[in-house]
């Protein structure tokens, strides 16, 4: 069997391909021709280059492959409205689909948000979904994405799933991504906090339940993918404990991070540069997204790993790569 990953250099598509090569699969990669692609190396994969916005450069990458992961993404916060990321994770995802459905895949894996559900993993049909009040291109593209997936599979054929990941920790963090917190928390940077919380998830975990759906799930379903709800307080005592920090001991309150995001939005627009943080980022911060992921871990035999070990694995990956000059 052939198994494509599209994103296949990022931190989640890099445990991808490691646990399809370890369970005997042949791993081909689509990766973009300014990637590094620095977390595949030594692997025993073939490599193509394309750009999933342009469609012909797809074709060799597509061609002979039994079954899709499609975990390429734009996930770029700043600014919040950005053409190029409503491309990549729109168009996109149009291109993949058209690609599957030509070449007769037998089953796409779509790696979406989710954010794109409500709280109880439902979802929202044509109504107003629930990220959409944080004016975030990334989380709203990927919500559009989602829904041309499953609207392809009704009305073409597409033979697809979706898989939809809470905040998820874990080794291989490149940019660094999801793991800045415990980078920034690890080098004693991190003192405030707010009073909002999300559910995170192993990164591991994930990748397990995107190869598990391979051969489980239901066709035009999707799965969120997630493990515990906490707090940022609670998370951030977890990290303390693994990085030998003290935690962050100052709460600060809802209208303060806002009034703070909108400055920073100024500092952006006027310096050009990303801020700490955006007015997005702020009301985030400040609202609890937790989800349940029931239905991934019964149909898809979707691990629960505790988000200790995960943490752990993350800062240790952070000193190995050099992240961390010396162990904190």
Known sequence: MQVLVTGADGMLGSQVVRLLIARGVEVHVLIHPSSRASSLGGLPIRRFYGDILVPESLDRAFSGADMVVHAAASTAIWPARSEVVRKINVEGTLNVIGQVLNHGVRRMVYVGSASSVNTAGSPTGNQRFPGARFGLDYIDSKYEALNLVLEAVKSRGLPALAILPTFMIGPWDTVP??????????????????????????????????????????IGEYYVAGNENLTYHDFFMKVAGIVHRRPPRISVPCWMVKAAGMAGDLYGRLTGKPPMISYPMALISCEKQYVSSEKAVRELSMPQTSIDTAI???YKWFIQSGYLKTKQ
């Open 177 to 218: 991504g999801s793991g800045k917190m415990i980078l920034t928390l690890a080098e004693g940077r991190l003192k405030f906090y707010t009073k909002g919380g999300r559910n995170y998830i192993y990164a591991g975990d994930v990748a397990a339940a995107i190869v598990n759906s391979l051969e489980q799930g239901e």
């Open 312 to 314: 752990n694995e993350c």
